[in-house]
């Protein structure tokens, strides 16, 4: 996929300075017709965010770089840090028509691999939005948003019952110092990490120790044996900052900290999955 960049606009509601590169396929009446509609859904998110008294603010009220791509059915947005200031971000534009429909997990798949972007946040719209009335699309964003805002809220709140603020704050801490990108920050990242599974862990059932939270939550029925063996695992990994390999050389501290960082997460987010449904939160 070739790309050119074809201006830098004034007039965008995401920074001050937008590049926007589009793909060969995609002709100038598309790009400004998807230009238009992300910044009336950006527009109306701010609304419903500021109507709601929402905080903190989502990827769509920050800085940020965007992929706006259509397929024979849909509008996809993705959305992410990726290279973006508080001044200049970059617009990509795709027309895959005539692939049919493309999923939008593999676009960000593209993403991370080509674009090296990291977190990242997708939308999808029915194409027909393209041709509706401004009032119309208008309303869609509002119901969009407005999901968005009450499943955050929700959350929010099944956080503030599991009592795992610090936990989340801990993984925050962790992002920010793996992406300094040295190795004081690779370091900081892994205490972290180990501290956020900790607290996770003594937040959820009361007791000091992870041994002892995976042995109440086996008894209480969250977790089975093998779970708790896998979860036992991945603590003692994340608490060790070498990464020895079998292959008979050493894993990059750049690879083996964003490996860490992304099984924290998704530790946590299990954790916090099976906790919220059995106990009905």
Request: aromatic residues 8%; glycine residues 4%.
């Amino acid at each position: 996929m070739k790309w050119y960049k074809i201006l830098k606009d004034l007039d965008v509601a995401n920074t001050t300075i937008v590049s926007k590169l589009r793909a060969n396929s995609v002709n100038e009446g598309l790009e400004k017709r998807l230009a238009k509609f992300y910044r009336s859904f950006c527009d109306v998110h701010r609304e419903v965010l500021e109507e709601k008294s929402f905080s903190p603010k989502t990827i769509f009220c920050q800085p940020h770089d965007v992929i706006l791509a259509v397929d024979r059915s849909s509008i996809l947005v993705i959305a992410s840090k990726g290279t973006s200031t508080e001044v200049s971000s970059t617009d990509r534009y795709f027309d895959f028509t005539s692939r049919g429909s493309v999923d939008p997990r593999e676009l960000m798949k593209s993403a991370k691999r080509d674009l090296k972007w990291e977190s990242m946040t997708y939308l999808q719209f029915n194409r027909g939005l393209l041709d509706v009335s401004e009032e119309r699309q208008r309303q869609e964003f509002r119901r969009v948003s407005e999901t968005m805002v009450e499943d955050m809220q929700k959350r929010n709140r099944v956080t503030e019952r599991l009592g795992i603020s610090e936990a989340i704050t801990h993984v925050e801490n962790a992002r920010t110092r793996f992406f300094a990108k040295d190795t004081s920050g690779f370091k900081d990242c892994n205490e972290h990490l180990k501290s956020a599974i900790d607290s996770l862990m003594s937040s959820v059932t009361g007791k000091e120790s992870v041994e002892e939270a995976l042995k109440k939550l086996k008894e209480e029925g969250i977790l089975g044996e093998r779970e708790a063996k896998i979860i036992e695992a991945i603590k003692d990994f994340v608490s060790d900052r070498s990464f020895p390999s079998t292959c008979g050389f050493a894993i990059p501290e750049e690879e083996n900290g964003l490996f860490k960082l992304r099984l924290t997460e998704a530790l946590i987010d299990y954790i916090v999955k099976l906790v919220e449904r059995t106990k009905a939160l």
